[in-house]
């Protein structure tokens, strides 16, 4: 059936560095991935997506990867702040036009 | 403008007890997605919204759980006869449809049952 994994549960950064968040996906045929953050008590909260016709994608100190061939997916955040600590979660869209699966996410602990 | 209100933000109730969550999506949205997330956990997928119908009800985990849709906007998780095992948090996102596929999210209902 389709998954979606991340390599790591936990990652710890200092502030200023960059972060690098993976996820690996089995459905080859997902045609549609997002990234979300989660913060303690909140709702996940978009921060990118990216199509299966593209391989990178670029928001606001933030960059989405996709590589097809592997099956891979990465979020990397730029000069990471305290305020980007929290879960992130990746989701592709696989053999359904509306369902989203999501991963287990992936901890972020940015230490001053 | 408004983004995805839930409520309540917190339910405690009684093991055997009825609740209901209460979703608001964003106007216009007509697409709407009940989700289950438990304590450090990703996100389960229980029932989507097309309008007022629930073409996929899948994930619901048995028929003590049931939604429904009034006006192609609020909707309503009822969980009948609540086991602790129901203790969660209660996502509720809403999505544009035609043209867009991103969902977005409410800050969920915290569900505790004793």
């Known amino acids: 059936g389709e998954s979606v994994g991340l390599h790591l549960p936990t990652l710890s950064v200092q502030e200023g560095d960059n972060s690098i968040i993976n996820c690996a996906y089995s459905n080859s045929a997902s045609d549609y991935f997002i990234w979300y953050k989660q913060e303690s008590g909140k709702g996940p909260q978009f921060i990118i997506d990216i199509r299966s016709n593209m391989d990178k994608r670029q928001g606001q100190r933030v960059t989405v990867l996709l590589n097809k061939t592997v099956k891979h997916l990465s979020l990397q955040i730029a000069a990471t702040q305290p305020g980007d600590s929290a879960v992130y979660f990746c989701a592709e869209r696989g053999d359904s036009s509306y369902k989203l699966i999501f991963g287990s996410g992936t901890r972020l602990l940015v230490r001053p | 403008g408004a983004g995805v209100s839930q409520s309540p933000s917190n339910k405690v109730t009684e093991k055997g007890k009825d609740v209901e969550l209460r979703c608001d999506p964003i106007s216009g949205h007509t697409a709407l997605y009940w989700y289950r997330q438990s304590l450090g956990q990703g996100l389960e997928f229980l029932i989507y919204?097309?309008?007022?119908?629930?073409?996929?009800k899948s994930g619901l985990p048995s028929d003590r759980f049931s939604a429904e849709r009034t006006g192609g906007s609020v909707s309503t998780l009822t969980i009948q006869r609540t086991q602790q095992e129901d203790s969660a948090v209660y996502l509720c996102?809403?999505?544009?449809?035609?043209?867009?596929?991103?969902?977005?999210f409410g800050p969920g209902t915290r569900l505790t049952v004793l």
């Open positions: 996102a809403s999505r544009k449809a035609g043209g867009t596929d991103t969902q977005y």
């Open positions: 919204f097309q309008g007022n119908s629930a073409p996929d």
